[in-house]
Every structure is written in C-alpha cells, then in structure tokens.
C-alpha cells in the first residue's frame, strides 16, 4: 500500500470514529488481530471487538465528542496523527464521574498499516489535562 493510502486509510478511521460516531465502520479499517498501546487502557485485549467496546465507551460517555487531524506524516508502513479531540462528558467513564464538562485535548497516534488494514497503533494523549477540565470544580469557601 502507498504512504498515501496509509495516511488515507489512517484518517478515514479517525473520521469515522471520532465524529461519525461509526464504531463498525471504523473497526472494519482495522486488523482482526488489531492492538493498540495506550497508556489510558493498559488492560486493551487487541482485535475488532476490543476496539468496538472501547470506543463505544467513549461516545456513550461524551456523545459529541469530535476530532481534528492537526498533521500527519507518513513513511512506509507507519503513520504519524497529531489529533486534538473536544467534547463534552454526560456519563460517567472509568475513574472520571460525570460532571457535564466540556474539554479539549490532543494526542499523537502512531499507526502500522499491514494487508491494507491498521494493525497496531501506539497512542498518547493529554489525558491529565483532560481530566483536569472534567473533574469537579472546587467552591471558594
């Protein structure tokens, strides 16, 4: 596959995931044996449904969630996303209760296209500054 279509196939899955909210869509640009090294899920099983499960979580959580692709660069079989992703939380996540908050945050997404699929990806995002804005704010007393 050229380093086009990678960088292709790599935003595509974005677009479908993060701001069409198409879970299926996007786990069908990926591997069955897909895994993903995130320090925010240490505990990510690999393949389609562990990468359906996880994002389904996610939009449940923060329903208008969407992301921009800031750059991207490519080079063989690995492509490079800086992302920055916005949205506002109604329900509850893992260690993050809901408060209605809105935040904006961003991350770095390296992705390994093999057979015209992404099929690892390495992922780090802000995700103290995102929990910063969502926790609760502390009253002046």
Not at 10 to 33: M, T, W, Y
């Amino acid at each position: 596959m050229a380093v086009m279509d990678n960088k292709e196939l790599v935003r595509s899955c974005f677009e479908k995931a993060c701001n069409q909210h198409d879970v299926d869509g996007a786990a069908e640009l990926i591997s069955e044996n897909y895994m993903l090294h995130e320090p925010t899920q240490p505990d990510f099983s690999g393949g389609r449904e562990a990468f359906k499960k996880m994002c389904s979580a996610y939009l449940e959580a923060m329903p208008d969630c969407s992301c921009t692709i800031d750059d991207q660069v490519a080079e063989g079989d690995r492509v490079a996303t800086r992302w920055t992703l916005k949205g506002c939380q109604t329900k509850d996540l893992p260690d993050i209760p809901s408060e209605g908050r809105c935040f904006r945050t961003s991350g770095i997404t390296i992705s390994r296209v093999s057979g015209g699929k992404i099929a690892e990806e390495w992922s780090n995002m802000d995700d103290l500054g995102m929990r910063n804005q969502l926790a609760p704010k502390e009253s002046a007393s």
